[in-house]
């Protein structure tokens, strides 16, 4: 669906939001500004991590960040990036190609190493883990938290 909703777009600027994401009031002003003062094709945010019961579990700032990460891989979660127009063919491209769960860390890998992109380390957007991988984020959360605070 993400593929044809692209292919269909005219929009100067586009993203990819899933059922069970949603973004803050002013997620895409801030984004669309942010790439046109920095030039940029793209810009994301960190995202916060909610479970199914919708209690705020905290800021992802650990797996979902763009840089390689302690894990090992690039990951800029798809939901949390918004895009410059210039970038369709792009990602066009990478969807027709791909269609996996890894999606996210290809296209990091990718538009992180061939574009220029403003990163924002604050959650803009929410995300509803998914059951078998919330204990990861709990864990790591939790982690963070304790590292930031001592």
Known sequence: MRLIGLTMTTSNFFTFIDDDCWVEDKWCKTAIENIQNKNGNFCYCYRYIWDSDYNKIGLDNYESIGMKNNFGYHLIDMNTIIYNKNMKDLITAILSNYNQYEIDRIIAEIILTKNSGVQLK?????????????????????????????
């Open 122 to 150: 604050e959650g803009f957007l929410n995300q509803i883990s998914p059951d078998f991988i919330l204990d990861f984020h709990k864990k790591n959360i939790f982690f963070q938290n304790y590292i930031n605070t001592n």
